[in-house]
């Protein structure tokens, strides 16, 4: 079993960057997959972008790809999320993922959750 932790949210004007982290606990983090997802008000929650345990590949939502770059140091049982040129319409909470299985990009892919870091992006 894995417990997730997010931080680095915050408020940011549009066109800024911000980098999440999603710090893990317990042992194996580099046998887990990660995928971070968000979740706008009144909107369901939505694949981000994600990085393969074995191989390090990463896939990435049309919405955010070229802007948003996901990164995983197995040293420091931590991944990373780093946003630049961000839009208002990137405003949301941001939750990482984690899991033991094949990788994915629904939420059904993904057995561990953190609790979520906010994002706001001001126009």
């Known amino acids: 079993q894995v417990q997730l932790v997010e931080s680095g949210g915050g408020l940011v004007q549009a066109g800024g960057s911000l980098r999440l982290a999603c710090a893990a606990s317990?042992?194996?983090?580099?046998?887990?997959?990660i995928g971070w997802f968000r979740q706008a008000p009144g909107k369901e929650r939505e694949f981000v972008a994600g990085?393969?345990?074995?191989?390090?590949?990463?896939y990435y939502a049309n919405s955010v790809k070229d802007r948003f770059t996901i990164s995983r140091y197995n040293a420091k049982n931590t991944a990373y999320l780093q946003m630049n040129s961000l839009k208002p319409d990137d405003t949301a909470v941001y939750y990482c993922?984690?899991?033991?299985?094949?990788?994915?990009?629904?939420?059904?892919?993904?057995?561990?959750w953190g609790q979520g870091t906010q994002v706001t992006v001001s126009t």
């Open positions: 993922a984690a899991d033991l299985g094949r990788f994915g990009t629904l939420l059904m892919h993904y057995a561990y």
């Open positions: 317990g042992r194996a983090f580099n046998m887990y997959q």
């Open positions: 990085i393969s345990r074995s191989d390090g590949n990463t």
